[in-house]
Nanobody
């Protein structure tokens, strides 16, 4: 079992930056691909970014590419999402996720573990 705890959400203005953090516990963190999904009310959860255990393979959704950066620190069992040039359409509940694989995935249904989420609100 893997427990994931997000932090760093909040209310910002369009164009601002925000950094989300996620701390994992329970299993060998370095053997998991980690990532972030997000969800707005009335919509399904959508893929944002994933990073494999070594950081050598990273994937982004087209909507966040060139604005968001995912990274991880295996020594701290942590994964981060640096979000720059935020837009109102980035407003969502952001979930930290984990999957016991060295590959990438984009389907919410393929995710092994979910955090409880942290809310990001971007005002125009």
């Amino acid at each position: 079992q893997v427990q994931l705890a997000e932090s760093g959400g909040g209310l910002v203005q369009a164009g601002d930056s925000l950094r989300l953090s996620c701390t994992a516990s329970g299993r060998t963190f370095s053997s998991y691909t980690m990532g972030w999904f997000r969800q707005t009310p009335g919509k399904e959860r959508e893929f944002v970014a994933t990073i494999n255990w070594s950081g050598t393979s990273i994937s982004y959704a087209d909507s966040v590419k060139d604005r968001f950066t995912i990274s991880r620190d295996n020594a701290k069992n942590a994964v981060y999402l640096q979000m720059n040039s935020l837009k109102p359409e980035d407003t969502a509940n952001y979930f930290c996720v984990a999957k016991q694989t060295n590959g990438m995935w984009r389907s919410p249904g393929a995710t092994d573990y979910w955090g409880k989420g942290t809310m990001v609100t971007v005002s125009s």
